[in-house]
């Protein structure tokens, strides 16, 4: 009867453990509420009667080229669960990134996202930059048409156009909503600014540096 027992305590461990988690995180943060009724926000969105569910639901029409006559030279097109509300809860995404001749897609992250990308016109120099844990070591390659790269959740990266003429770039990304943080937008546009004590200090740099580079207009290339 005691091994029994023991057996019984033993898997209810090992389930606590496996369902014991806590889920990924769908947007920058979910604040918790005591009173539901005021409550506008899931991790996530709030889910149709499959009953009412319809084709347009899981439709995007027309992924076209984006504006890239705009300081980067870039511009992308997201097509996420904003775009696509059937795409709640499936945990995928894409993208269209259109490059003017030398046009940048900023260094930037994904906290919520891995992205995959396949160059579909053009050639692009893509990059990543791995964590302090690795020495922020910098993985680059020259894409042609057809080549995929795959870019870690969270992790910094970029891609600009090398070639002579436009690109464009597919990314699929392994999140509804990977979100988007443009380090260079993050850093020096921020609401309120950063202090420029602490920035000066962060980077090594006068005050005036940090001063000027704060005065610039951030241009965003990508609201996804």
Known sequence: MKV????????????????AYDPSP?????VAINDTK?????NGKFCKDPKLANADDFFFRGLGAGDTANPLGSEVTAVAVNEILGLNTLGISLARIDFAPRGLNPPHTHPRGTEILVVLEGTLYVGFVASNQNDNRL??????KGDVFVFPI???????????GNAVAIAGLSSQNPGVITIANAVFGSKPPISDDILAKAFQVDKNIIDYLQKQFWYNNNNS
Do not use: E
């Open 154 to 164: 969270g992790l910094i990266h970029f891609q600009q156009n090398v070639g002579y």
């Open 4 to 19: 029994v027992q023991f057996l019984v305590v033993l898997l209810a461990l090992a389930s606590s453990v496996a369902f």
């Open 26 to 30: 769908l947007q920058d943060f979910c």
């Open 38 to 42: 005021t409550g506008v926000f899931v």
């Open 139 to 144: 993985f680059t390659k020259v894409l042609n």
